[in-house]
């Protein structure tokens, strides 16, 4: 049983959203702050009743947003803070919640704090990063390249885990603590219900640590620091973090820790591929597989999961493990039924919901994100541009990133003007418009799964029951709270006979149009139905 804080967690749904690519508002080319508000019923219509924010503070955009260069104020190209201030009224009236992007692991080198710890060693800022006389290890930068820069004005080396102009901040300088301490008041009163917490593994770091040092000897005490305070008890927190084992998560997330109220779990985003840039054959059998054992373990340690498939940083899950051409509407629809109704909190990422892929592009000049260029540059030693091309459409990050198709046009209703990366290659056939209207609409059926999870609390802290065996080719579970309960058939990839070992009304929910729980199941149909 999850303590009472977290069962309330259970009733949010998240909509993801990454602000320079969901609706531009003055034909600039880039989303901003005025284009989502003017979504946000589109979003509220979906079913989601909380939005997480990727950061859109000030910046110079290097790693678009996670590199600030002010914590408190907001990137121009996105508005203004009394946009801001709208959007925060503009959600609480219709009765939803603002998860905002904290960046706490590295500030951009433009932010006042770096311009003035690069000046000398005996400043008020001196100690803000992590300099030394010479690289402290042969850490590699997640970009690619050396972690380590040397700075002239400075005369030393300073860290950075990611792209050379996103230096990584001193976490054992208590002022740094104390500067971020601030940061989350300041949006905590300004209205922020909560916060996605930006690589929150590596705000403490051993050194010795070849994984560029992630959690290091301080984490916990640090993250107690920022979230363990009675100011901020009400709010919910996610963090992104590499953890890898259930103990690992009770650790940052037990009830009575005082960190965090959740963790992003990334294990199950490996399916299909064999590293980021290279497709692996997969079946949807690994997906479940990895989703029972954190289900069961998080249950065991009253830990509230979270639902994901999705996000700025990968590439389509339906391109990766699903059908995403002849069967999308398949595929889209039976993974979120698969995930969405399991326990935990659900994200959903912008383009989710009508059956997003992920692209694909003949040129290396249609790609923007930091990351595949640094590859890109560091494959072309290794193979031929083709292949590397190859690469880079099956893992970059872009692939999540091109403006939000809102219908079949040119700029698909993105923008008036020039968008800021290129459309999906995609957004002809895939578009918000057509979705709407197709009588496969993947948005409708995310509609009335959201509605059947909020509208049925059997769905938030109801025991979990697998009834697949390990060697079967569909994910069957059900849900049970007192004398409720309810049955969740996934098939996956073939078609075949199911008998569900229980008895069932006429499906609740399904995505072809079944009635009966036995009988014939075409590939990735589901349905949903209350045992009675
Ligand atoms: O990502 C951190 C991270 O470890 C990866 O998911 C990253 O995107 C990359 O794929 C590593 O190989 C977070 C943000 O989600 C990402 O967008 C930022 O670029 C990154 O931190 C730096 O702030
Ligand atoms: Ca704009």
């Known amino acids: 049983m999850l303590c009472d804080r977290y069962r309330d967690f259970t009733r949010l749904v998240v909509y993801q959203i990454y602000p320079r690519s969901f609706m531009d508002s003055n034909g600039d080319g880039i989303g901003d702050l005025q284009g989502i508000i ?5 979003i509220k219509g979906l079913g989601a009743n909380a939005v997480w924010l990727c950061p859109c503070f000030k910046s110079p955009n290097d790693d678009n947003g996670y590199d600030i260069s002010d914590y408190r104020d907001i990137m121009d190209e996105f508005g203004t803070m009394a946009d801001m201030d709208q959007l925060i009224e503009e959600l609480h009236s ?11 692991n590295h500030s951009s080198t433009s932010h006042r704090w770096f311009r003035e710890s690069r000046k000398g060693r005996d400043n008020p800022y001196s100690n803000y990063y992590v300099w030394a006389d010479k690289p402290l290890n042969d850490w590699k930068a997640a970009f690619g390249g050396s972690a380590w820069e040397y700075d002239e004005m400075r005369g030393q080396y300073y860290l950075h885990s990611f792209a050379v102009s996103q230096a ?5 300088e208590p002022a740094v603590r104390q500067e971020m301490i601030d940061i989350i008041d300041f949006w905590v009163n300004k209205g922020a219900d909560g916060f996605r917490i930006d690589v929150v593994d590596s705000i403490s770091k051993d050194y010795s640590n070849p994984n560029r040092g992630k959690f290091g000897p301080h984490l916990h005490e640090y993250i107690r620091t920022l979230f363990g305070r009675e100011e901020v008890s ?16 009770v650790r940052h997330c037990g009830a009575d820790r ?4 959740s963790l992003f779990v990334f294990d199950h985003m490996d399916v299909g591929r064999s590293d980021k ?28 999961y979270t639902l994901f498939t999705d996000n700025h940083d990968q590439p389509a899950m339906i391109s990766r493990i699903g059908n995403d051409s002849e069967l999308r509407y398949e595929s889209a629809t039976d993974i979120a039924t698969m995930m969405y109704l399991l326990k935990g909190v659900p994200f959903i990422y912008q383009g989710q919901e009508i059956g997003q892929t992920s692209a694909h592009f003949d040129d290396i000049n249609d790609f923007d994100d930091v990351e595949s260029l640094g590859h890109y540059k560091e494959m072309l030693e290794r193979m031929s541009p083709e292949e590397a091309l190859e690469k880079v459409n099956f893992g970059s990050r872009d692939n999540a990133r091109h403006p939000m198709p809102w219908d079949g046009s040119e700029k698909c209703g993105f923008t008036e003007g020039e968008p800021w990366l290129a459309m999906h290659s995609r957004s ?8 709407l209207s197709s009588d496969k609409s993947v948005y409708r059926f995310y509609q009335k799964l959201l509605a059947l999870r909020t509208g049925n609390d059997v769905f938030l802290d109801g025991d979990l029951d697998v009834l697949s065996a390990a060697e079967d080719d569909h994910f069957i579970y059900t849900r049970t709270l007192g004398d409720e309960k309810w049955v969740v058939v996934c098939n ?14 006429k499906a609740m929910l399904s995505n072809l149009g079944r009635e009966d729980a036995d009988g014939t199941y075409l590939p990735y149909e589901c349905a949903v139905f209350r045992a009675v």
């Open 38 to 42: 003017s979504k946000l019923d589109y």
């Open 94 to 104: 219709r009765g939803m919640k603002l998860i905002l992007d904290l960046v706490p």
């Open 168 to 172: 990584d901040l001193n976490w054992d």
């Open 234 to 249: 009400h709010i919910f927190t996610v963090g992104e973090s590499n953890v890898k084992d259930i103990e690992e998560l």
């Open 258 to 261: 005082g960190e965090l109220t």
């Open 277 to 304: 840039f290279t497709p692996k054959e997969d079946s949807l059998k690994s997906l479940r597989d990895i989703l029972v054992y954190w289900q069961q373990e998080t249950d065991r340690n009253e830990i509230l």
């Open 428 to 435: 002809a056939e895939i578009n918000v418009e057509k979705d």
């Open 492 to 505: 996956f990839e073939k078609e075949q006979d199911i008998r569900v070992p229980l008895e069932c009304g």
